[in-house]
């Protein structure tokens, strides 16, 4: 049956992701908080289609870095351009809608806890003015997607850590977007609940084939989702036959504010560099 | 505590200054552009007017009848006792029931605004909504704002009310006055530029409340610790400029009105 599957790998799954299109653009992007250099001089671009791990040590500028690609922050120096856009020199009013097509996973989930589940999944959905059962059914189907379909009238305080993410993750897609930033999705997690998470985000990204930048300081986490691909027949995660990599997943590794690896897994695993490989050990 | 250096203690004065002001003006031009969230404006409107009301009512009440019962000592050695509807009358509506109802509401909403917007912010539920498209000074601030200084005026006018009748309750059981010449000489006293004074405070109260309540929970840094500090500060500030606010007005009305 797998031979029915096509590889993830292969270009004819993914029809944009030979497209020169850039969506995250960082050139010379420099960040000073008070007196400490958080990102000194990052530049790298992420094509359409891609899934860009970021991997560094903690306290090395990955959570600002993923707020700088949503218009969060604005950097003192360097350019940052989101689907084309300069968003550095954007009013906060056009970033609104530029957000509109980005979705975020924070690090803590950041659900709104005054409201339940499924007024967390449909905040966008609320704010856009979509009919109420237009609404509800998008609802149930992105929690189906995370399978938490029966937590829908519950509040996020009723929720484990790992639900609390899921639930995130589903308040993310619902809009459908086209950029995904997941900010340590597996952060505090426990290995089990971690394996559920970064499976959704291989779910996600061979489902839909959205460009999504994933923050992770796990390194199991991160070739896991580069070994692995989504089985849309079996509905189950399992590993790319022939010891394969998914092309469309590339690394950014950070150290102390600066980029020290931007390429693919196969680059990263034949690093040549003395840091990257005790890093990686 | 490390001593700050006169130089970036100024200069984080005045940017403190200019985030305030332009937080200010943000909240009270949103309302001038879509999307308006009208729903927020009710529920604000319930929570701090309808909320507050038990402690405005009550403050209100036994305000009247300790100025009553105050004020009757020091007419009776004028021997015009009769005069203390007059007294509590004007006291209410001009400083204590705008004055008082500010305080009490400050100490309930102000804290409130500073706990809930702080708890939102260190928890990045204000970044979660920016990142959802939504403007949170528009969704959290301006509702808010509008419903504190709407509610606020009409909470004064309750509280003028109660506590003139709780001067009576006092005036009629304890000092023996007539009911009828007490609100009699309470109506007389009070004079268009009295009520204007007493009105336009709240108007001022409700902006500080709400702006300051709102600033602080925006600013909030440094965790739990950070909220239970931006909510001492809300109410502090507030209730400061409440007073300060309320003499620089009481001096204009009396430019304006003469009294």
Redesign the interface.
Known sequence: MAADIAPVNLPQTRPDSDSAEAIVVFKDVSITFDIKPVLQNISFIVQRGETRIILGPAGGGKSVLMKLANGLIRPDTGTIRIFGEDITKMQETDLFKLRERIGMVFQESALFDSLSVEDNVAYRLHEEHVPEEEAHNRVIEALRFVELEQTIAKFPSELSGGMRRRVSIARAIIAKPDLILYDSPTGGLDPITSTTIVELVIKQRDVTHTTSLVITHRLQDAFLMARNRFNEQTGKIEPIPNGGIDDSTKFLVLNEGRVVFDGTTHELVHTSDPWLKEYLS | MPFVSPESFAKQTIASVQDYSILCWRAVANLFSR?RYWADIYTQMDSIGVGSMPIVVLTGFFTGCVLALQSATSLEAFGSVSLTGNLVALSMVKELGPVLTGLMVSGRNASGMASEIGS?KV???I?????????PVRKLVTPRLYATVFMLFFLTIVSDAVGIAGGALVSVTLMGLNASSYFHNSYRALQYGDVVQGLTKPLFSGFIIATVGCYFGMTTKGGTQGVGKATTQAVVYSSVFIIIVDFIVSRAMIGIFGR
């Open positions: 999307p939102m928890t990045e539920q970044d979660a909504m920016r990142a959802l498209g939504t403007d």
